[in-house]
């Protein structure tokens, strides 16, 4: 059964899938987005909503909605592909949502590696791509390997640094399982993302300990008083995180020509007119150029049954990369995927500005 009323004092809310991709779709065409660019931004949030990757999930919409409404972003670009060597390209994003680059310069190094092995595409003039996994997960669903990577703002300190440096910098890496869900790392190179912070303030609930740090440089559990993320590895052994952090810079930063994280304006504003230049990098394998696929497959699977054979401590369970997201995937296409009640303000303030028929919420 479904209901239309916004009582935003509830905290079970709940919407299908369908629904979800129907909303968004409308909102982002009504505030001026293109049929492709809508498409894009709507797969990779709500494939993260499904996953359970709630900070880059259906909570970004109202950001880029303002981000496109500002002129940050384009929401018809005239996107171009320009193939340099037979296994590598360059894409120009013309400053347009950086999910509709993603996935496009991802299908071009799949072809690329469907052809002679190995693609690599470097990403300019972007913009914010939400998870990075949604795009190592669409070469794995193609039968290849895939890895993403993006720089961003700083938010990040050095190990044992005062100010932010590094953006988050995720990095993804996506195999595909022959008869199961694919192999999926999607992390950031800071111990969370910063969408953590805000998706934890937002809902009143504390940080894990070794996360983040306020103005001073302390470690704090509060997301209203920090100023800074620590590297993955904390306060100890930051210099790890640091260090993957750097490598995702070179990356998307110089193979792309953009400016690094550091001089990137911040994705939150104020300034929601001038495009950012983010950069990203999309590399694909294809296990045939290696081995034969039998092979692959059958060492593959070994692997996973081995892992996931190891004892675990005391109720503990020992994962894959990935198993949680699939199991929170089934999860949500069954009961539905949850709004908290900040998103619930949010998407009822689009379906009114925007004159959108809002979200129907399961009862």
């Known amino acids: ?9 509830r905290q079970d809310i709940r919407v299908t899938v369908d629904d979800l991709e129907r909303f968004m779709g409308e909102v982002l065409r009504r505030a001026g987005a293109d049929e492709a660019s809508s498409a894009a931004v709507t797969r990779a949030l709500v494939t993260a909503s499904r996953m359970g990757t709630d900070s880059h ?9 303002r981000a496109l409404e500002g002129g940050r972003i384009k929401g018809a670009p005239k996107m171009r592909f320009t193939r340099r060597l037979p296994a590598t390209g360059i894409f ?3 400053n347009g949502f950086g999910h509709l680059a993603g996935y496009a310069a991802m299908a071009h190094a799949v072809e690329m590696a469907e052809e002679i092995g190995v693609g690599a595409v470097a990403v300019g003039h972007s913009s914010h791509f939400g998870a990075a996994g949604c795009y190592a ?3 794995a669903e193609r039968g290849l390997i895939g890895l993403s990577f993006c720089n961003s703002d700083p938010f990040v300190l050095l190990h044992e ?17 022959e008869g199961q869900s694919p192999y999926l790392l999607d992390m950031a190179t800071s111990a969370v993302p910063w969408n953590r912070v805000q998706q934890y303030g937002a809902i009143g609930r504390e940080l894990p300990d070794q996360v983040a740090a306020d103005a001073r440089g302390h470690v704090t559990r509060v997301p209203a008083e920090v100023a800074a993320l620590l590297p993955l590895g904390g306060s100890d052994f930051g210099f790890k995180g640091a260090g993957l952090g750097g490598m995702v810079e ?4 110089t193979l792309s020509g953009m400016l690094n994280g550091f001089r990137l304006l911040p994705m939150g ?16 394998l294809n296990p045939a150029a290696f081995v034969d696929r039998a092979t692959f497959a059958a060492c593959l699977a070994e692997y996973l049954a081995d892992l996931r054979s190891q004892p675990a401590v005391d109720g503990g369970e020992v994962l894959a990369p990935g198993d949680r997201e699939w199991r929170c995937q089934a999860q949500r ?21 925007l004159d959108v028929p809002p979200l129907r919420y399961l009862t």
């Not at 059964?1 to 004092?9: G, L, Y």
């Not at 999930?57 to 909605?65: A, E, S």
């Not at 640094?161 to 399982?177: D, E, K, Q, R, Y």
């Not at 070179?250 to 930063?253: D, G």
Request: aromatic letters at 8%; glycine letters at 8%; charged letters at 15%.
């Open 1 to 9: 059964m479904n209901d239309t009323r916004h009582d935003i004092r």
């Open 57 to 65: 999930g259906l909570r970004l919409l109202p950001h880029y909605i």
């Open 92 to 94: 120009d994003a013309d």
């Open 137 to 139: 997960l669409a070469a």
């Open 161 to 177: 640094g005062l100010s932010p440096f590094h953006g988050t910098n995720p990095i993804a890496f996506a195999a595909p399982v």
């Open 250 to 253: 070179v990356l998307s930063s």
């Open 269 to 284: 504003g104020p300034d929601m007119s001038t495009p950012r230049g983010v950069g990203h990098f999309f590399l694909a």
């Open 333 to 353: 296409d069954v009961e539905g995927i949850p709004l908290d009640s900040a998103n619930q303000v949010a998407y009822a303030t689009l379906a009114e500005s």
